[in-house]
């Protein structure tokens, strides 16, 4: 369910990075049913095959390597000639794993960057002749630790952080025709992201404790933040992140925190 009207993205075409499993799945599903035809992109062919399924009737869901900027842009061709050029274009790729930089190698770091990083870089500027202007929206999946500093999250921490500042950069850089903005979301249930963040018990509850709101986040309230960014309703927003992620982004309100006065 929707709080915006039936119908909202009749006719627009609407691409996501990513959008075959979790959050940016269930942002393309959001789209689709307020009337857009939904493109999608993974690694993984028969999950793509399967989110495009669980779109619905005429998605189409393709494998491509966001690293790979010939690969996506040539998704992003395909989708575009079956669908029209994007109305919106949203960049959720992402890789994650906790370790300490020590026990990072070069690679390791590099791969998350990549996908990250270098990933949004390419699916913005491999979209940007394919967007209808003026109107277009793009959307990063950014995350609080482009913010927060976290242990075991060096090059998520650094990769994240460069999408905040692309997002604003491309803003500027593309202005009157496009709108160019990142969704923040908190910590979001039954997704990979968590599954891998917050690995235990132990970790669940500490992680719990901490949100201002004592809940987590749904799939659904990032989908309408990404609808309500691309919608009329926004239109004059652009180059923001928006936290949607139950005040995590303000600091530690477990009750201990709150008692001893210590964020
Ligand atoms: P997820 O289910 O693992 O989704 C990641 C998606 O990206 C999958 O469709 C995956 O498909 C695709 N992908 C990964 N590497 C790719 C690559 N190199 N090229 C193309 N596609 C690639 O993750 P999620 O937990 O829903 O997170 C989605 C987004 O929200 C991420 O940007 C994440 O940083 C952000 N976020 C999540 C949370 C959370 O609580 N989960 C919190 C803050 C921010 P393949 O594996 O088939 O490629
Ligand atoms: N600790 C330390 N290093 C690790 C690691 C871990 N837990 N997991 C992977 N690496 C290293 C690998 O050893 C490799 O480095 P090396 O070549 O020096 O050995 C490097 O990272 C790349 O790993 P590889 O498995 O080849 O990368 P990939 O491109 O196949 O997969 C990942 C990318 C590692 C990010 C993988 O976890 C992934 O596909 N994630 C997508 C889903 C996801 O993370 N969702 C949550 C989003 S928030």
């Known amino acids: 369910m929707s709080a915006f009207r039936d119908g909202l993205f009749n006719g627009k075409s609407v691409f996501v990075a990513g959008g075959t499993s979790g959050i940016n799945l269930g942002i393309a599903q959001r789209f689709a049913a307020l ?3 939904v493109g999608v992109i993974g690694r993984d062919p028969d999950r793509a095959a399967r989110a495009a399924a669980s779109i619905g009737e005429g998605a189409l869901g393709l494998s491509a390597d966001v690293r790979d900027y010939a690969a996506t842009r040539a998704a992003m ?3 575009a000639a079956a669908h029209g050029a994007f109305d919106v274009v949203v960049s959720g790729a ?4 906790l370790a300490p930089a020590l026990n990072m190698s070069a690679n390791a770091f590099k791969t998350v960057v990549d996908i ?5 870089f390419n699916v913005f500027r491999g979209a940007h002749d394919l967007l209808n202007k003026p109107g277009a929206s793009l959307i990063a999946i950014t995350a609080g630790q482009a913010i927060n500093a976290s ?3 060096a090059h998520a921490c650094a990769a994240k952080a460069g999408i905040n500042q692309l997002v604003r950069v491309l803003a500027m850089e593309w202005g009157p025709d496009v709108r160019v903005n990142g969704i923040s979301p908190g910590p979001i249930e039954n997704t990979e992201g968590m599954a891998r ?3 235990d018990a132990a970790s669940r509850a500490a992680y719990y404790e901490r949100i201002p709101m004592r809940r987590w986040g749904e799939i659904d309230e990032i989908a309408e933040a990404a609808v309500f960014l691309s919608s009329p309703s926004a239109g004059f927003i652009t180059g923001t992140i928006l936290d949607c992620d139950g005040g995590s982004q303000l600091g530690d309100a477990s009750r201990q925190s709150l008692e001893r006065g210590m964020g």
Not at 116 to 120: A, C, K, P
Request: no cysteine; proline share 10%.
């Open 35 to 37: 009337g857009a035809k």
């Open 77 to 79: 061709e395909q989708v």
């Open 94 to 97: 992402a890789g994650n794993f």
């Open 116 to 120: 990250d990083l270098n990933g949004t």
């Open 151 to 153: 242990p075991l999250q």
């Open 197 to 199: 963040l917050a690995p």
